[in-house]
């Protein structure tokens, strides 16, 4: 490739790019749903996490979830899991959180605080009064 040629490569894929990232381009929905009916690789899912030990305190996990699980039962609380994935609203928040691009291209984050997701699902669900948990992972940043 002569040096003339590089800035006019750069410059097509550059308007790639650019039509590629508009929600309302055909373009745009087409790239997206070739990259999520990618045929799943069995290998891969195999090998994925081959070399991940279990630490030894993964035994602990069960016992002490079982435990909680038995104590908030008794109080009459009921185990509610909140959506997992939320809509990203501030691009502050974004920096903050693992976020993802859902099948539709819209971008979607692991809350840090589960206490909003179950909040908008009690609101969509009318619910007045509930003694709720669920125990689960919560992502932060470093």
Same mark, same amino acid.
């Given at each position: 490739?002569? +040096? @003339?040629q590089?800035?006019?490569? *750069?410059? %097509?894929?550059?308007c790639?790019i ?7 381009? +055909?373009?745009?929905q087409?790239?997206? #749903? #070739? *990259?999520?009916? +990618?045929?799943? $690789?069995? @290998? $891969?899912?195999?090998? &994925? !996490?081959?070399?991940?030990? +279990?630490? %030894?305190?993964? =035994? ?17 609380a =009921? ?13 502050? %928040? %974004?920096? @903050? ?8 291209? !819209? ?6 605080? /589960?206490?909003?997701?179950? #909040?908008? *699902?009690?609101?969509?669900g009318?619910?007045?009064? /509930?003694k709720? &948990?669920? /125990?689960?992972?919560?992502? $932060?940043?470093?």
């Open positions: 490739m002569g +040096q @003339s590089f800035p006019l490569f *750069l410059s %097509e894929t550059d790639s650019s039509i590629l990232a508009k929600p309302e381009s +055909q373009h745009h087409t790239f997206l #749903a #070739a *990259l999520f009916k +990618q045929p799943p $690789r069995p @290998s $891969r899912a195999f090998i &994925y !996490d081959l070399d991940a030990e +279990q630490p %030894e305190y993964a =035994v602990l996990n069960y016992i002490v979830k079982d435990c909680l699980n038995k104590i908030f039962h008794l109080h009459g =009921v185990d509610s899991e909140p959506p997992l994935l939320m809509p990203v609203m501030d691009v502050e %928040e %974004e920096r @903050s959180q693992a976020t993802f691009i859902d099948p539709h291209g !819209d971008i979607v984050a692991l809350p840090n605080n /589960i206490l909003v997701p179950f #909040a908008k *699902l009690a609101v969509r009318s619910t007045k009064r /509930i709720r &948990y669920h /125990i689960m992972n919560v992502y $932060r940043p470093k």
